[in-house]
């Protein structure tokens, strides 16, 4: 009876050590699987893909009346602002209502006109894509701009109005990647008139410290800011630093061994790799910061510095390029300068008295630079209206160092290693446990079947 006992207890402990090996197992799976994820998404961070960006649900709007003419009265009510589209990615298109009320109550039937013009010093043609709502199918349809319509353009479109009524045309605008200041747009209809204004957003970045003299080897601080005065967020926003340089007389040209990037995160110094450019000789880029976030209205501060040494001295200059990738600027999307590099100058000889009271000169200590040197912490500022200089919370980076080597291999596959490690850590000590308690449990059962 004692044995049947001992071996219940046996298949017992054995049940249990079979629903603990699950257990673990489904939970090394999910961390694995948490774990893959997380890699995932450091990699889709600085995978070519450009920022995302993710408009309002419901965009602010502006109304504008016009005075009623002949028993006709227009009102329009337009977007507040109109923003870029990505370079190859389309934002939505924002509506633009105007309506066309009869204040006489006698009826109206004829044409409604409104004429769209793209504003701004050297805008000599109308780069807007615009839709209009078709009440018969009950879609949008694309409305063609005329290739010479210039600056402006006119979409008509019929309309009858009942006595005392009121009827809407419906249209959708987006000014594309075509920077101008702003969209006019002018209702007409059985002599009324209204006019309104549409400003066009873009994100903007300004740089400084791209245009110096610099010693070589020694850092170089580059700063960034980057605003949105739109009302779109932005993520994974990847900024790059660029340099070039070729000595055609000596046949040299840059490279990645001549440079050292590096970023300011959280007031520590962090070096990021960088790469030959293979699109051009002499071309070396590094993408400082792979993941930055930029919500509407807010800036973000970047710093980064980069270091020349001995070997680009017979290069002169040094084209450099630093800025935000896959966003639309009214300018230049990188903002350059150039680096005039002076070579490393030779110790000064410091004098040291020697016993017989004659003096001697040995090198002087050349300070060096710290890796980990404490900075300005990069910092996202403004409201949500309008961005100012006066810093407000902590930066908003994503993962800025995503996709940044480190020195002693890959972070992720230290992580995966040693999470690994612990696991297999675990299980054999739950084993080691379960298999000591079988063993007393069958002890127990021998030495009470003695006793018997």
Known sequence: MMRAEGADQGTDMTRRLRALATGLTAAGVMACALLGAGIASAAAADDGTGPV???????????VSGVAANGVQLLITAPK???LDLPGRQLPGRELDVTVKDVARQGFTGSVDITLTAEGAGVTRLGLRIERYDQDSGSWKPVPVPPGAGASSTVSTPLTVLAGGLEDVRLRLSPGTTAVDDVKVAAAANGATAVATV???????????LTATVRAGTAEVITGRLTNPTDVDYRH??????????????????????????????GVWRTVAAADDPAAAGGVAGTVFPDVTLKHGDAVELTARVTLNSGTATVNPVPIGFGPIGLSFAGQQTTGGTLTVQPVMPPSPTPTSSPSGSTSSSPSATPSDSAS???????????????TATPSTAPTLAAALASTPSSGGSSNSATILVALGLLAVCLALVLWWALMKRREQHQRAAAMGEDE
């Open 373 to 387: 040197s404490a900075t300005d912490t990069p910092t996202v500022t403004g409201s949500s209206t309008t961005p």
């Open 81 to 83: 602002q109109l923003p």
């Open 199 to 209: 400003p066009v957003t873009e994100p903007r970045f300004a740089a400084g410290g």
């Open 237 to 266: 926003v990847p900024v790059r630093l660029y340099l070039k340089a070729c000595s055609p007389s000596l046949g040299t040209c840059f490279g990645a061994a001549d440079v050292k990037l590096e970023v300011s995160v959280g």
């Open 53 to 63: 960006a993710t408009p309002p649900a419901v965009p602010a709007t502006q109304s």
